[in-house]
């Protein structure tokens, strides 16, 4: 893969890393919002959090590849 096809990808790698991390900020506030208050807890949020977590980390070491291709390719 070019050095322009690599960086582009990092770039879309990026922008799904921050939407996952947004949409997890979301889901973890919520589900800390219940707790506080009490109320139970839901399953499919706490999965969604689990999902969402697995998702950022796998975002994140792609990232990290990517970089490291970036830099070992010709400019």
Do not use: C
């Amino acid at each position: 893969m070019d050095r322009t096809a690599l960086i582009a990808r990092k770039h879309e790698t990026i922008r799904k890393l921050g939407q996952a991390r947004r949409e997890l900020e979301r889901l973890q506030a919520l589900a800390d919002e219940r707790a506080a208050t009490g109320q139970p807890g839901d399953r499919s949020t706490a999965r969604r959090i689990r999902q969402l977590q697995s998702t950022v980390e796998k975002l994140m070491a792609e990232e990290y590849r990517l970089r490291l291709a970036i830099d070992r390719s010709r400019y």
